[in-house]
């Protein structure tokens, strides 16, 4: 009986030195699996209990001229054509997006070792993974599928993922443009149960330096379906064929924001100046405070004594 | 930062109790005061546009200063501090934690725990939080391209009365080469 145990736990030991000398079976991190709950606490305006951001509000985005032009001449109706009324947003949609996150690893069978984390949320994107194998990003020339291309390392016990090869993309929710040479850096960062997904978005085209977008999330208990919104093609009123948009200087809610915040049209414009606190200066003599909020009809939801409903976590 | 609409309290996870109060703001009243600084606690010094300026008071405190509204806010490495009457920082705790137990120790963020603060506003129209609030924030630096810094802070308000859930928010801020920048401005009611 002492002989059999006695090789039976030199067996298991060598088996052990053997893995771990090849690099295999060792967990890193942290474990980022579950249902992340959204907290859209910091950006309610571009997403609910407000749902939409205003169709020309680019304050804080530092985009560039080009980006600036392509993002006036988008029209949020586009996601109403039947063309791309069920497509995918690229990775960046997840600090974009209201949704919360699932999230679950991927794992080698013998090791146990993660190969990947899957991150998903909702249907407004595929689910991507981030591969954590170490292996290198396709050439620049490479075909760009709807989840982009995504890789991570840990670092300090913080998830630290590249994501390339992104078709174009959003900026914000109004469907200002990111290119398709934008790239994505993102942080996963746990606290116990909070999670923060700190971005940065990465454009050479529409954006004039770092874009740094922050969501947080909560760990639920009850699991989230990322396929609860099926989405199917409807008639929302766009012809097939047909891509709304605006021709150079013909945005008619250029002005929209100005009107309900009082905040000048060149804040609204965005650009890398928006993103600093010394913007104030320059617009403090043109801001005009808005008059005490009064419910109108038609107002739309979120304005004028709308609390914003939060649900709990649960 | 402007005060948005009496009512705009879009985004806050506001109670019943808290919109009564809310629905009360005087922006004149709080011009009209002697303390302009409701806004400027710590649930939302942070989130707003301010620079900050981090530097060590001594080996067991850290010290922020804000040139928004020109507060500072010092963060105790042990025990909290014994405070005889509200302030509107109020008292701060820190610790550094490891996201798992044997983590290294690079591996770790500042949290941060806040209490004893003045009644104040998490927005500049008056949406309150009350002298049973408290904070939570977590702080992490990571390192971008070109010996670049970023730090984000994650604060979590949590207050009885005047919130349903916790309200969670998080800021971000690029380290600079130099306080070239720094502007300092006093509290405000109205900008």
Same mark, same amino acid.
């Given at each position: 009986m002492w002989r059999v145990t006695g090789i039976a736990i030199v067996t298991f030991a060598l088996t052990s030195v053997s893995m771990r000398s090849q690099g295999l079976g060792v967990p890193e991190g942290l474990d980022l699996s579950g249902s992340w709950v959204a907290r859209n606490f910091t950006d309610a305006l571009g997403n609910p209990p407000a749902m939409e951001p205003t169709p020309v509000d680019f304050l804080g985005i530092p985009l560039s001229e080009a980006g600036r032009a392509a993002a006036l001449s988008t029209s949020p109706s586009q996601i109403s054509m039947p063309e791309r009324m069920c497509d995918f947003y690229p990775p960046t949609y997840i600090v974009l997006g209201p949704a919360g996150l699932k999230i679950w690893p991927e794992t080698e @069978? %013998? +090791? =146990?070792? +993660? +190969?990947a984390w899957i991150v998903s949320g909702w249907t407004a994107y595929a689910p991507f993974p981030i591969f954590m194998d170490g292996r290198p990003h396709p050439s620049k020339y490479a075909p760009h599928p709807k989840t982009g291309f995504t890789t991570g390392t840990w670092v300090d016990d913080v998830l630290t993922t590249s994501t390339t090869?992104?078709?174009? =993309?959003? @900026? %914000?929710r109004n469907l200002a443009p990111s290119s398709d040479l934008a790239t994505m850096t993102t942080r996963f960062s746990r606290h116990g149960d909070t999670l923060t997904v700190t971005a940065r978005i990465d454009d050479p085209v529409n954006l004039t330096e770092p874009f740094y977008l922050t969501r947080t999330f909560v760990l639920g208990k009850t699991p989230l379906n990322p396929a609860s919104w099926p989405c199917t093609v409807g008639d929302e009123g766009v012809p097939k064929g047909v891509v709304p948009h605006y021709l150079p200087g013909q945005n008619p809610f250029l002005d929209e924001v100005t009107r309900l915040y009082g905040i000048p049209v060149e804040a609204v414009l965005g650009g890398s100046e928006t993103m600093y606190p010394e913007f104030r200066r320059k617009i403090r003599e043109k801001y005009v405070r808005p008059e005490p909020c009064v419910a109108q009809p038609g107002n739309r939801a979120g304005f004028c004594g709308s609390p914003g409903l939060y649900p709990p976590v649960n | 930062m402007v005060p948005p609409r009496k009512r705009d309290y879009i985004g806050i996870p506001i109670s019943v109790a808290g919109k009564k109060v809310a629905d009360q703001w005087d922006l004149a009243r709080d011009e009209a005061s002697n303390d302009q600084c409701a806004s400027y606690g710590p649930p939302t010094i942070m989130n707003q546009p301010t620079r900050v300026r981090i530097s060590w008071q001594d080996d067991n405190t850290l010290r922020i200063d804000t040139d928004y509204g020109m507060q500072t806010r010092v963060f105790s490495f042990g025990q909290r501090p014994t405070q005889r009457r509200r302030t509107r920082q109020g008292t701060s705790v820190a610790v550094w934690e490891a996201r798992r137990g044997r983590g290294a120790m690079t591996a770790r963020y500042l949290t941060v725990t806040t209490a004893n603060m003045l009644p104040g506003y998490l927005r500049k129209n008056g949406v309150p939080y009350g002298e049973q609030a408290t904070l939570t924030e977590y702080f992490d630096i990571f390192s971008e391209p070109q010996g670049a810094m970023i730090m984000v802070v994650t604060a979590i308000v949590t207050d009885p009365v005047y919130l349903e859930h916790p309200y969670i928010i998080a800021s971000q801020f690029k380290k600079e080469a130099d306080s070239s920048k720094w502007d300092p401005t006093a509290c405000s009611a109205r900008w």
């Amino acid at each position: 009986m002492w002989r059999v145990t006695g090789i039976a736990i030199v067996t298991f030991a060598l088996t052990s030195v053997s893995m771990r000398s090849q690099g295999l079976g060792v967990p890193e991190g942290l474990d980022l699996s579950g249902s992340w709950v959204a907290r859209n606490f910091t950006d309610a305006l571009g997403n609910p209990p407000a749902m939409e951001p205003t169709p020309v509000d680019f304050l804080g985005i530092p985009l560039s001229e080009a980006g600036r032009a392509a993002a006036l001449s988008t029209s949020p109706s586009q996601i109403s054509m039947p063309e791309r009324m069920c497509d995918f947003y690229p990775p960046t949609y997840i600090v974009l997006g209201p949704a919360g996150l699932k999230i679950w690893p991927e794992t080698e @069978l %013998r +090791t =146990g070792a +993660t +190969t990947a984390w899957i991150v998903s949320g909702w249907t407004a994107y595929a689910p991507f993974p981030i591969f954590m194998d170490g292996r290198p990003h396709p050439s620049k020339y490479a075909p760009h599928p709807k989840t982009g291309f995504t890789t991570g390392t840990w670092v300090d016990d913080v998830l630290t993922t590249s994501t390339t090869h992104m078709e174009v =993309g959003i @900026l %914000r929710r109004n469907l200002a443009p990111s290119s398709d040479l934008a790239t994505m850096t993102t942080r996963f960062s746990r606290h116990g149960d909070t999670l923060t997904v700190t971005a940065r978005i990465d454009d050479p085209v529409n954006l004039t330096e770092p874009f740094y977008l922050t969501r947080t999330f909560v760990l639920g208990k009850t699991p989230l379906n990322p396929a609860s919104w099926p989405c199917t093609v409807g008639d929302e009123g766009v012809p097939k064929g047909v891509v709304p948009h605006y021709l150079p200087g013909q945005n008619p809610f250029l002005d929209e924001v100005t009107r309900l915040y009082g905040i000048p049209v060149e804040a609204v414009l965005g650009g890398s100046e928006t993103m600093y606190p010394e913007f104030r200066r320059k617009i403090r003599e043109k801001y005009v405070r808005p008059e005490p909020c009064v419910a109108q009809p038609g107002n739309r939801a979120g304005f004028c004594g709308s609390p914003g409903l939060y649900p709990p976590v649960n | 930062m402007v005060p948005p609409r009496k009512r705009d309290y879009i985004g806050i996870p506001i109670s019943v109790a808290g919109k009564k109060v809310a629905d009360q703001w005087d922006l004149a009243r709080d011009e009209a005061s002697n303390d302009q600084c409701a806004s400027y606690g710590p649930p939302t010094i942070m989130n707003q546009p301010t620079r900050v300026r981090i530097s060590w008071q001594d080996d067991n405190t850290l010290r922020i200063d804000t040139d928004y509204g020109m507060q500072t806010r010092v963060f105790s490495f042990g025990q909290r501090p014994t405070q005889r009457r509200r302030t509107r920082q109020g008292t701060s705790v820190a610790v550094w934690e490891a996201r798992r137990g044997r983590g290294a120790m690079t591996a770790r963020y500042l949290t941060v725990t806040t209490a004893n603060m003045l009644p104040g506003y998490l927005r500049k129209n008056g949406v309150p939080y009350g002298e049973q609030a408290t904070l939570t924030e977590y702080f992490d630096i990571f390192s971008e391209p070109q010996g670049a810094m970023i730090m984000v802070v994650t604060a979590i308000v949590t207050d009885p009365v005047y919130l349903e859930h916790p309200y969670i928010i998080a800021s971000q801020f690029k380290k600079e080469a130099d306080s070239s920048k720094w502007d300092p401005t006093a509290c405000s009611a109205r900008w």
